[in-house]
C-alpha cells in the first residue's frame, strides 16, 4: 500500500497563495502518476493537476491553468501543488492521489487512481 500524507492546507484571502504537499511512503519507485483533486460542497470531484515522475510532465485543469503549478522532488517522493491568485471558487477539499502504471490517457480522471490521501481543506474567502 502506498500512503500519501498531506499538509499545506488553510484559508486564504482572494488573490493570496498555498502551497500543499503529498508525500508518498511505502513506495520507493520513481514511476508514479501523482494527482490533485478537489471537490467542493455540491460539486462532483474534479482533477486539477497531476504529474508523471517518471519524466516530470504535468497536467492541468483549464480551470487551474496559469495560477496552479505542480512539481515534485523526487528525493523525497513528494509533490507540490503551488496555489497563486486563488479565487473563492478554489475552496475545496483537496486531495492527493497516486496510481502506479506507466501511461494514463486521463491524468486527471480519478477512478484511474488507486492511492488517495485523508485531503485537506482549502477554503478562499471574498
Known amino acids: 500500500q502506498v500512503g500519501l500524507v498531506e499538509s499545506g492546507g488553510g484559508s486564504v484571502q482572494a488573490g493570496g497563495s498555498l502551497r500543499l504537499s503529498c508525500a508518498a511512503s511505502a513506495y520507493t519507485d520513481t514511476r508514479l502518476y501523482m494527482g490533485w483533486f478537489r471537490q467542493a460542497p455540491g460539486k462532483e470531484r474534479e482533477g486539477v493537476a497531476a504529474l508523471y515522475t517518471g519524466s516530470g510532465r504535468t497536467y492541468y485543469a483549464d480551470s487551474v491553468k496559469g495560477r496552479f503549478s505542480i512539481s515534485q522532488d523526487a528525493a523525497k517522493n513528494t509533490v507540490y501543488l503551488q496555489m497563486n491568485s486563488l479565487e473563492p471558487e478554489d475552496t475545496a477539499m483537496y486531495y492527493c492521489?497516486?496510481?502506479?502504471?506507466?501511461?494514463?490517457?486521463?491524468?486527471?480522471?480519478?477512478?484511474?487512481?488507486?492511492?488517495w490521501g485523508q485531503g485537506t481543506p482549502v477554503t478562499v474567502s471574498s
Open positions: 492521489a497516486a496510481e502506479n502504471v506507466i501511461w494514463m490517457s486521463r491524468p486527471l480522471f480519478d477512478n484511474d487512481y488507486t492511492y
